[in-house]
């Protein structure tokens, strides 16, 4: 029986019970009362006698239960709050909140699982304590991810506007996606929705669109302070550019430190610039890049995606410009190469912290500027991924050589479709020399023929087509007893084209020397449709079982085979 129905048995009393008062009307009264109001006393006294005993096992009866849940409850219910609140935030902050990368927005994006406001949204819907736990938590509630053009309605409007009032005052993430617009009218119906958002513009801390660039105008043409937004991220799904009448961002303040950017944007951008330390360009052209080097001192790290080399620079810039800070650059030029001489910003620029370099063109014939830049600068380059172009094999020497003192990592991927045989086994009988003595610290030494080639290499991996001349990988690592010998540990091959034939078989004679490399803890391996090495080790296996069938048969033809 339920608890509550004790309570009420104890406490009800029915209504034509006759009230205890009607004891004074007794004629017997002074002397203890007549029968019936004795009675009456007795079974009064016993009835708050029971009440007070329910009462008490009840209360016993509620602990017990609260001690049975707590005993068959699962961890997360036996948890604290505070440290229920820690797992939250754990959760939300285990996704990753980095901008898409690439062309991922392109296209108007569908919604996706892992988005820190699902996490949120998710956490809440699970009981009511978890949901209150989740709304006293505004950090899970700032990272606004919204797909604008269906913010339209009511119901719409009022779940955007309650998403961002549990953010209460903390600094805001905002995600903004849309699927491109056909008719600009739709931009007055989602006026309510970036109003919501606008509202709030001085706790922007992370700005992030994918959006029509009349979509980007209308969300700042308010007047807004955004001199607190660190990270800026522009990307537009828009296939035809109109053209913008003001700059972007005009007098809103943007001092960001981490910026994502469409050549579009660099055409009409109203911006501080000293803070910038981190760009991710898309399909800039030489003008634009200059503008980006020259105006960022703090810049560290230059990402150019797409980079346009044949539009020539429309600016007179003055040479050899020495930018401090810059360690890391990416520059992807895939579909804009230039067969012809234009200027670059590594005929223009000097790079004294550059430390990391992943280069990639494609079909460049002349000589490279960025192999120059190497030749001339020699910047201190640890990491280089040198991919893409048909690379003259002397021009890629002279240029390790060059950074040879420093350099690392080395990743090395041509372009050989148009090479009738290999063409860098230069470079391979380079690293296979061997040359016991301490190598030069200074740079300068670096072109000396004296010096060992790359002698500070650690990590070495080759993509090509053309089968490799595997009995020379010992030398590249040296002898492990050697206390000069190149600090060389990983060596990769890679081959790109279908080797289902036998072109990339390890001989038989180089397996050994390369399994004891493996042994001695250095990293050997080759990847392509298959494991090189593994390949080669079944196959030469099989042979050597047949063989040895063959010897247990016929012993007179003995032989050895290693």
């Known amino acids: 029986m339920d608890s509550n129905v004790h309570c009420s048995c104890a406490t009800i009393v029915p209504d034509d019970v006759p009230s205890t008062q009607s004891s004074l009307l007794c004629p017997t009264h002074g002397d203890g009362g007549c029968f019936a109001c004795q009675e009456t006393s007795s ?57 898409p990368r690439g062309d991922i927005c392109d296209y108007y994006e569908e919604p996706q699982k892992e988005k820190r406001l699902s996490v949120a949204l ?33 119901s719409a409007l009022s779940i955007l ?45 992370s700005l992030q669109m994918c959006l ?34 003001d700059p972007l961002w005009k007098d809103k303040g943007l001092r960001p430190q981490r910026l994502w950017l469409q050549s579009p944007a660099m055409q009409k ?25 020259r105006s960022a001192p703090l810049l560290t790290t230059l990402e150019l995606m797409d980079m346009d080399e044949a539009t020539e620079a429309t600016e007179i810039y003055s040479g050899n410009f020495v930018h401090e800070k810059l360690q890391y650059l990416i520059y992807y030029a895939m579909d804009h190469c230039s067969a012809e001489w234009t200027l670059s910003l590594f005929d223009l620029n000097v790079f004294p912290s550059l430390k990391t370099v992943d280069y990639h063109t494609l079909f460049k014939t002349d000589d490279d500027p960025f192999l120059d830049h190497l030749m001339q600068k020699k910047p201190p380059i640890q990491e280089l991924r040198l991919c893409g172009s048909p690379y003259e094999s002397w021009c890629v020497m002279l240029a390790l ?8 990592r080395l990743d090395f991927e041509p372009y050989e479709d148009d090479h009738d045989d290999f063409e ?42 053309w089968p490799f001349a595997w009995d020379r990988v010992p030398a590249f690592f040296g002898s492990p007893s ?81």
């Open 43 to 99: 079974l009064e006294h016993e009835a708050a006698e029971i009440s007070k005993k329910l009462a008490n096992v009840l209360a016993k009866l509620a602990s017990a239960r609260s001690v049975k849940n707590y005993a068959h409850s699962t961890i997360l219910a036996k948890l604290p709050n505070e440290i229920l609140s820690h797992i939250f935030c754990a959760a939300w902050n285990a996704v990753d909140p980095s901008p």
């Open 482 to 562: 050697d206390p000069y010998r190149r600090p060389l540990k990983e060596f990769r091959f890679s081959a790109y084209n279908d080797h289902r034939n036998d072109d990339h078989i390890i001989p038989k004679k180089d397996l050994l020397a390369l399994i004891n490399l493996r042994n001695a803890g250095f990293v050997v391996e080759s990847r392509g449709l298959r494991d090189i090495c593994l390949k080669s080790l079944s196959t030469f296996t099989i042979w050597e079982l047949l063989l040895r069938r063959h010897l247990r048969r016929h012993p007179q033809y003995n032989i050895s085979y290693y």
């Open 161 to 205: 506007h309650e998403i961002v009032k549990r953010s209460k005052h903390t600094d805001l993430t905002i995600r903004l996606y849309s699927e491109p617009f056909d008719n600009i009218d739709r931009i007055d119906e989602i006026q309510p929705a970036l109003s919501i958002l606008q509202k709030e513009s001085e706790r922007w801390r």
């Open 212 to 245: 029509p660039y009349r979509l980007i105008s209308a969300l700042f043409k308010p007047n807004m302070d955004l001199s607190q937004v660190n990270l800026l991220y522009v990307h537009s799904n828009e296939r035809d550019y109109m053209g913008f009448g």
């Open 122 to 154: 998710l956490l809440a819907g699970v009981c009511k304590r978890w949901r209150a736990l989740t709304l006293a938590i505004p950090q899970i509630w700032t990272d606004i991810h919204v797909f604008i053009h269906r913010q339209k309605g009511d």
């Open 401 to 408: 050589r060059a950074v040879g003192s420093t350099l690392k």
């Open 424 to 465: 860098y086994g230069i470079l391979f009988e380079h690293l296979a020399a061997v040359k016991s003595y301490p190598p030069s610290g200074d740079p300068s030494d670096s072109g000396d023929d004296q010096q060992m080639f790359l002698p500070r290499l650690e990590y070495f991996k080759l993509t090509s087509g």
């Open 269 to 293: 951008i109203a911006l501080s610039w000293d803070r910038v330390t981190h760009i991710v360009a898309h399909r800039f052209n030489t003008d634009h890049a200059m503008t980006v080097i």
